[in-house]
């Protein structure tokens, strides 16, 4: 019958697609990732209040810090290991609720950041042929995350990445 295992021939094996942006480009794996504790509420001995949380949120995102620093902030000086957990949501969702939220989402700020400083480079080094084909691969990476946020709608329409104006979106 054919549930009957054929002795010499093996299943073939489904090699599932990556969905991870970073590896995109590149051969590496990069499985190591940060473990976030189990228990999803506040340590017994934090003492702060969820406002208090906000409040400092908000007053670092005034100073212009970026929803990944201000969680480096809160958890290495002020000992909030994961703000969600205390206040309930997440950094980016306060800034949002208190319209603070950066116009550009952060993992494309910091694309185009990469792209703009490789084409400075490249006008000093024009030779440098694996960073323009490097440059070539940012670039394709920032389109291709900029039509995933015009479609959940977290970029206008009419949003366009140009290498032109680029360094004035991340000034």
């Known amino acids: 019958s054919a549930d009957e295992e054929m002795p010499g021939v093996s299943a073939p094996s489904v090699v599932a697609p990556s969905l991870n942006m970073g590896r995109l480009h590149g051969p590496g794996k990069g499985i190591s990732s940060s473990a976030l504790p189990y228990k999803r509420t506040a340590p017994s001995w934090f003492n702060k209040k969820a406002s208090e949380i906000e409040d400092s949120v908000a007053k670092f995102a005034r100073r212009g810090l ?14 909030v290991a994961q703000v969600k957990a205390v206040t309930g949501a997440k950094i980016l969702r306060l800034l949002k609720r208190r319209g603070l939220a950066p116009e550009l989402p952060e993992d494309l700020y910091h694309l185009i950041k990469k792209a703009v400083s490789v084409r400075k480079h490249l006008e000093s080094n024009r030779k ?7 440059l070539i691969l940012i670039e394709s990476r920032i389109h291709r995350l900029a039509r995933y946020y015009k479609r959940t709608r977290q970029l206008t329409p009419n949003w366009k990445y140009d290498s032109a104006t680029a360094s004035t979106l991340v000034a």
């Open 66 to 79: 970026r929803p990944s620093q201000i969680g480096v902030i809160l958890r290495d000086s002020h000992g």
């Open 128 to 134: 440098d042929k694996d960073s323009k084909f490097r």
